[in-house]
């Protein structure tokens, strides 16, 4: 959530970043609103200290055995109006909130400006482009052939979009997971974590999540709770309405989850396979951080994921989000793709965001200074350390031998007890 003080004092900068991440919304329906709404406060001061005032004379009247009707018949009158105006007030607070909830986070300065992923700059490539002697198949013919998965009664049991892996298949995806989770704990001191996997509605409010994509979430309606789109959001609300100490920073956390997303807008795009999932697995890193450390610590972020992807000998490449393609709740972005040398493209496996205090403040996580006891909102910061389908369909790819079999990466090895899939 922006910072409405913020708004006041820097509207026409405010303006700008809503339009460069391509928001028009109006910032003079909130500021009119707020304006109203301190008038109202103010008004109600007036009246409580006018209370008080009458309080006053009452007991001193009583005290002269003086007659105390009309005082009291005043005070009523103005605990009547102090009633009235707080309950317009809150009306006005909450529709000025709801607009608040309503508006993305603003890009960092630092961000290039572009209209859409077309626009996003290739800041660096990572390893060489796989050389066959044969035409290689993509990972959905692969995995078919070797048993890895099924599509066909996946679809029977859940309908499309939903995989589900067999034999090796379940091995490989769940050695991935584990390779991960050791590897990020292990070597970049991350705590681990095992969320629920759904979340109550304050919780994806935190995030960014709700209200804006409540379509884009799977919600039991019963209970009012709803399928988490990544770990991001419980790990995230670890500390909502919690206050830590600065000497407690930064923290670090790693969770595996399954991850639900209705791909609502997905029409016409590549549902092929792997490529695009309402149900997926996904290792999450996600920071606690000091205001002044949230972009060194995003830099490192993206480090950590990109290690990931050297171990496993993928070819990949690290993208900048423009203006445009930034998420709702970020401020600044990078993007991690590997290549699928079947498919002919690159893959997207990670998002690495800092999301500055935006999701602090709808979360209410600050933290209090050691030096002056003074308490302010920390940063977070969220990075995919990584999805697995996209990465699993690139391995399949990349690994495949002419005569069918599947090379397991050297660090795989001791997690699948496989050097080969055949």
């Known amino acids: ?28 329906k909130i500021l009119d609103l707020d304006q ?6 103010e008004e109600i001061n007036d009246l409580r200290a006018e209370r008080n005032r009458v309080s006053i ?14 005082s009291i018949k005043k005070m009523r009158l103005v605990g009547l109006s102090i009633k009235s105006l707080e309950k317009r007030s809150s ?27 077309k626009d996003n700059p290739v800041l660096r490539e990572w390893g060489s482009e796989p050389d066959f002697d044969f035409e290689p198949q993509n990972h959905l013919a692969i995995g078919e052939k070797l048993g890895l998965f099924d599509f066909k009664r996946a679809a029977k049991i859940a309908g499309s979009g939903f995989p589900l892996y067999t034999g090796l298949g379940a091995k490989l995806e ?23 996997f759904m979340v109550k509605p304050e919780s994806a409010v935190t995030c960014g999540q709700l209200p804006k994509f409540a379509d884009e979430m799977y919600r039991s309606e019963k209970d009012d709770l709803w399928l988490i789109p990544t770990a991001e959001v419980p790990v995230t609300n670890i500390y909502r309405n919690e206050i830590l100490a600065e000497q407690d920073l930064p923290r670090y956390f790693c969770a595996y989850s399954a991850c639900f997303r209705r791909e609502a807008g997905s029409y016409g795009k590549d549902t092929r396979g792997l490529l695009r999932l309402h149900q997926f697995n996904k290792v999450e890193l996600v920071k606690f951080v000091k205001p002044e450390k949230s972009y060194g610590e995003l830099e490192s972020l993206v480090k950590n994921a ?8 993928l070819r990949y490449r690290v993208l900048e989000l423009c203006t445009g393609d930034l998420s709702f ?23 690495c965001s800092n999301f500055e205090d935006f999701q602090a403040r709808r979360g209410n996580i600050r933290y209090r200074k050691e030096k002056d006891k003074k308490v302010d909102y920390l940063h977070t910061l969220n990075g995919s350390g990584v999805a697995t389908p996209r990465l699993l369909a690139a391995l399949l790819e990349v690994y495949q031998t002419k005569s069918g079999e599947i090379k397991i990466p050297e660090k795989l090895i001791p997690y699948l007890g496989h050097s080969i899939i055949q």
């Open 1 to 28: 959530m922006i910072a409405l003080e913020f708004i006041r004092k820097n509207t026409e900068l405010t303006s700008r970043g809503l339009a460069a991440k391509g928001n028009s919304f109006e910032l003079r």
């Open 36 to 41: 109203e709404y301190r008038r109202y406060l």
């Open 57 to 70: 004379e009452i007991a001193d009247r009583k005290k002269s055995n003086m007659e105390t009707n009309d």
């Open 91 to 117: 009306a006005l607070k909450m529709k000025m909130d709801n607009y608040l909830m309503e508006l993305p986070n603003l890009p960092h300065k630092s961000v290039p400006l572009g209209k859409n992923e």
């Open 174 to 196: 769940r050695a991935l997971i584990n390779f991960m989770l050791d590897f990020h704990c292990d070597k970049f001191g991350y705590i681990e974590i095992f969320p629920p």
């Open 306 to 313: 990109e290690e990931i992807l050297q171990a496993l000998g």
């Open 329 to 351: 709740s970020a401020s600044k972005c990078y993007d991690l793709e590997v290549w699928a040398p079947a498919e002919k493209k690159w893959l997207e496996v990670s998002s």
